[in-house]
């Protein structure tokens, strides 16, 4: 059981738009930024977002973060074939002293 | 290129010991804290450990606490991960991901089997 909670999966058509929920915590997602991964299948996991909503260079703007209270969301626009991945929401967990990660998100293209 | 490459990954029987090694490069190593993150087959991910620039702050998830040992050494880019008293729930592949988890190395695979 993960400390924070992912959908397992989402999906939509491409071009469309989907968001991935992540619910936490005051000890973590509440008090701490919250980052976002994606995993193309075997591969290595790759930083989508940091600091809530800040994108590191080379990503582009269809993938945008956001935070409310115990709770973020990963958003993805214009949707491609590409972008079906899994995708993990990640934080420091104050209570924990630990990094924490949600379950993962399974997005299909269809 | 900024870049990391974890070895020492392998089959090892229950209760075994195994070091990972992770080779920094491309950036002052000495400078940011590392993590060790696992993914167990078919799983999701689960961190391991971290450790500070200069090894005064160490954290380890309580699955691994008193069986896994973080260290570093500035001198030569490296991160290690000593695992002692292996279980077969340890089998994942094991990352090494700089702070901030914005570089992560491509994975060694952990197989604990008898």
């Known amino acids: 059981q993960s400390v924070l909670t992912q959908p397992p999966s989402v999906s939509a058509a491409p071009g469309q738009k989907v968001t991935i929920s992540c619910s936490g915590s005051?000890?973590?997602?509440?008090?701490?930024?919250v980052s976002w991964y994606q995993q193309l299948p075997g591969t290595a996991p790759k930083l989508l977002i940091y600091?809530?909503?800040k994108r590191p260079s080379g990503i582009p703007d269809r993938f945008s973060g956001s935070k409310s209270g115990t709770s973020a969301t990963l958003g993805i626009t214009g949707l491609q074939t590409g972008d079906e991945a899994d995708y993990y929401c990640?934080?420091?967990?104050?209570?924990?002293?630990?990094?924490?990660f949600g379950g993962g998100t399974k997005l299909t293209v269809l | 290129e900024v870049q990391l490459v974890e070895s020492g990954g392998g089959l090892v029987k229950p209760g075994g010991s195994l070091r990972l090694s992770c080779a920094a490069s491309?950036?002052?190593?000495?400078?940011?804290?590392m993590n060790w993150v696992r993914q167990a087959p078919g799983k999701g991910l689960e961190w391991v450990s971290s450790?500070?620039?200069?090894?005064?702050?160490?954290y380890y998830a309580d699955s691994v606490k008193g069986r896994f040992t973080i260290s570093r050494d500035n001198a030569k880019n490296s991160l290690y991960l000593q695992m002692n008293s292996l279980r077969a729930e340890d089998t994942a592949v094991y990352y090494c991901?700089?702070?901030?988890?914005?570089?992560w190395g491509q994975g060694t695979t952990v197989t604990v089997s008898s």
């Open positions: 991901a700089r702070r901030g988890m914005d570089v």
């Open positions: 491309g950036f002052t190593f000495s400078s940011y804290s």
């Open positions: 450790i500070s620039s200069s090894s005064s702050y160490i």
């Open positions: 005051s000890s973590n997602i509440g008090n701490n930024y």
């Open positions: 600091d809530n909503n």
């Open positions: 990640g934080t420091w967990d104050s209570s924990l002293s630990a990094e924490v």
